[in-house]
């Protein structure tokens, strides 16, 4: 019933959107009379197949480095009221020592005590994000244990080598691939699909995931998981666990359960996203990449068309991002250091409608392997975001950049979520500017040149003054952004270079 609970409250908060879209009222019935809802209505995810209604919160956020207390605050203090339907942690099980942010992702047992916090705090955030009307994701990192050689202790103290976990895997039980390629086990090419999931990548012990054994313990660690509550699993380095393990364990779990495979789109590859699809929803990563080239170029109007050709997965299978942990590191994507132009292409991300929008948020760093700010004992210190943020803060290394408190990006998250599955309307150009509007609740203005647009830009918004929420929010009926006209059909704006202005109906100007 938490569910039913949080759900209604995050639905009266949106009162007035609620009562624009008849299916909100649906879904308050179906929790008030104790009946769980179905999959398809039930989760601020939505289901795979119904687009968002508005007021459906389907933008979430990726809190990397985050520990479970400091996400427990944010959902409260922002990501709740700020419209955000759900957030994505790092990975909660013990892993090995270090003080790098990759021990993540060396499991060491599947103990719910990391140094991001303990079970106790994980279920505490649970609930305190739920309450906020926010959903969890974890990531599951299931398709590896740990890559060192050598034997160690983790950090829940828990003793390994490298193919042996007690009482969990061993080399004894048939728990781990060895593929038997070269002298170290290593995927060696991408092109070979039983290289790719039976071989290891990067060292790490790659687990037998077509036994019984092993599909047991997965669904095991997945269950435990969801008892504290969580809604949903980011499967890490699924293109490494043939599709049909992943199938077989997730087909244990109960329905409903969000699932979102982590499977990078390699050109040439024989393992696809596509193959990934029918287990639940995948990554793809090249909308990021290519909204990168795009933004770099100026060339911003071919970005709201991403997502349209047959290259990429269908849209309502695909989870779309600017970056993650992973490509911000490679730097082959926009991140913070891009100032006005990683605005750009998260403004983009949150204005169309093609897949389901991660916002990202991380600390600064300028070593790659470079941990979040720990204490002497290795724990991950709360996140704080420093007083003032955005694109032309600078950064010391180990701040949070807090890219999900930018005030363009929570600007937009109340955008779309205000214009919820409102069609993509008629586009206008103008040079580098473009404009790109939502059914009659929304509409986005890009300048991606050097000089500043002026124009009249034609919307379906009615008359009014409109808050720019790119600029800065509504508070206490008093519009901190530009107050920007619209009269028969006609918006009046000013859009300086490279910025976006966004208004919504949800965000009149005020008096
Ligand atoms: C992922 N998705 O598929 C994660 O998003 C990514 O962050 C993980 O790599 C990777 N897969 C494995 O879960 C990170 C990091 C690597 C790091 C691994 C394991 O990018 O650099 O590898 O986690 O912690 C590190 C060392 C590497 C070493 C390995 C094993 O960088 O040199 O390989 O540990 O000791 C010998
Ligand atoms: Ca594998």
């Not at 499977?263 to 995948?282: F, H, K, L, M």
């Not at 991002?321 to 250091?337: I, M, S």
């Not at 983009?348 to 790659?368: E, K």
């Amino acid at each position: 019933m938490q569910r039913c609970t949080a759900r209604t409250t995050r639905r009266s908060r949106n009162a007035v959107l609620a009562l624009l879209t008849g299916a909100v009222v649906a879904l308050s019935a179906a929790c008030t009379s104790g009946v769980p809802a179905p999959a398809a209505t039930s989760t601020a995810l939505g289901s795979g197949s119904a687009p968002a209604p508005a007021g459906a919160r389907d933008v979430g956020v990726q809190l990397f480095q985050w520990t479970w207390d400091a996400i427990a605050t944010e959902c409260t203090d922002h990501l709740g009221p700020a419209g955000y339907g759900w957030v994505l942690t790092s990975p909660p099980q013990e892993h090995v020592l270090g003080s790098q942010w990759w021990t993540a992702y060396q499991p060491v047992s599947y103990r719910i005590e990391s140094r991001l916090g303990s079970r106790t705090q994980f279920g505490a955030m649970v609930a305190a994000c739920h309450a906020a009307g926010v959903e969890v994701l974890a990531d599951a990192v299931i398709n590896h244990m740990t890559g060192k050689d050598a034997p160690g202790t983790g950090w829940a103290g828990s003793t390994y080598s490298h193919y042996d976990y007690p009482g969990i895997w061993s080399d004894a039980a048939g728990d781990f691939h060895h593929c038997g390629v070269g002298s170290s086990d290593d995927i060696a090419s991408y092109k070979d699909a039983y290289q790719v999931q039976s071989c290891e990548l990067s060292n790490l012990a790659d687990l037998a995931t077509g036994t019984q054994h092993v599909q047991d313990g997965i669904v095991a660690y997945l269950t435990d998981l969801l008892s504290l509550g969580v809604d949903g699993f980011r499967i890490d380095a699924a293109k490494h666990v043939p599709a049909e393990d992943l199938a077989a364990v997730v087909g244990r779990l109960p329905a409903g359960t969000r699932i979102v495979s982590e499977v990078i789109r390699g050109s040439g590859e024989p393992v696809t996203p596509e193959q990934y699809a029918a287990i639940g929803d995948v990554l793809e990563f090249a909308w990021g990449k290519d909204v990168t080239g795009m933004v770099r170029g100026g060339s911003l109007r071919l970005a709201a068309g991403l997502g349209s050709g047959a290259t990429y997965l269908p849209s309502d299978k695909a989870w779309i991002f600017v970056e993650n942990h992973d490509t911000e590191r490679g730097r082959a994507t926009l991140g913070y250091r891009d100032g006005a132009d990683y605005v750009l292409a998260n403004v983009l991300m949150l204005a169309t409608d093609y897949g389901r929008p991660i916002v990202y948020s991380g600390y600064a760093f300028s070593d790659r392997d470079a941990g979040p700010v720990q204490d002497a004992a290795g724990k991950v210190l709360d996140a704080q975001c420093p007083a003032a943020v955005g694109p032309d803060v600078s950064y010391t290394d180990g701040e949070w950049v807090c890219q999900h408190r930018w005030t363009a990006i929570e600007g937009m998250v109340g955008w779309r979520d205000a214009v919820g599955d409102d069609p993509v309307g008629d586009r206008w150009e103008h040079g580098d500017a473009f404009a790109l509007s939502r059914g009659t609740r929304g509409l986005v203005v890009l300048n991606g040149g050097d000089v500043e647009v002026a124009a009249q830009v034609p919307t379906t918004l009615s008359d009014g003054s409109y808050c720019d929420v790119v600029a800065g929010p509504v508070v206490e009926g008093r519009c901190l952004g530009d107050p920007v006209t619209v009269r028969g059909g006609l918006a009046d704006v000013r859009v300086a270079p490279r910025t976006a202005l966004a208004l919504h109906v949800g965000a009149p100007a005020g008096a």
